[in-house]
């Protein structure tokens, strides 16, 4: 069973940064994609962005050039920094990662990392 753990959530001021990680329990097996999604009290889990294994990225449309998804596929770990953060940006942080074999594709999610932006 693949894990995926995040860390790095925490209470940030407007403004501020912040820089998420997450730890795969493999090695991302080519092909992938991953990244980050998050998810408010009462709404639907949005894109943030994500990276796969060809270098390209995509980002939600609310990032506007803040957030940037990169990983260390030699580490097994992903990376969302978040920079100008905004109240708004308070959000359930999650993990993923997709991975595609010869039939199928799998999706794995880690548990979530808690971001509050307040002052």
């Known amino acids: 069973q693949v894990r995926l753990v995040e860390s790095g959530g925490g209470l940030v001021q407007p403004g501020g940064s912040l820089r998420l990680s997450c730890e795969a329990s493999?090695?991302?097996?080519?092909?992938?994609?991953v990244g980050w999604f998050r998810q408010a009290p009462g709404e639907e889990r949005d894109l943030v962005g994500t990276?796969?294994?060809?270098?390209?990225?995509d980002y939600g449309d609310f990032v506007k050039g803040r957030f940037t998804v990169f990983d260390d596929r030699e580490t097994s770990m992903a990376y969302l920094q978040m920079n100008s953060l905004k109240p708004e940006d308070t959000a359930v942080y999650y993990c993923?990662?997709?991975?595609?074999?010869?039939?199928?594709?799998?999706?794995?999610w880690g548990q979530g990392t808690q971001v509050t932006v307040s002052s």
């Open positions: 493999i090695l991302f097996p080519l092909p992938y994609i």
């Open positions: 993923y990662l997709k991975i595609f074999t010869n039939s199928t594709t799998v999706e794995y």
């Open positions: 990276f796969n294994s060809a270098g390209n990225t």
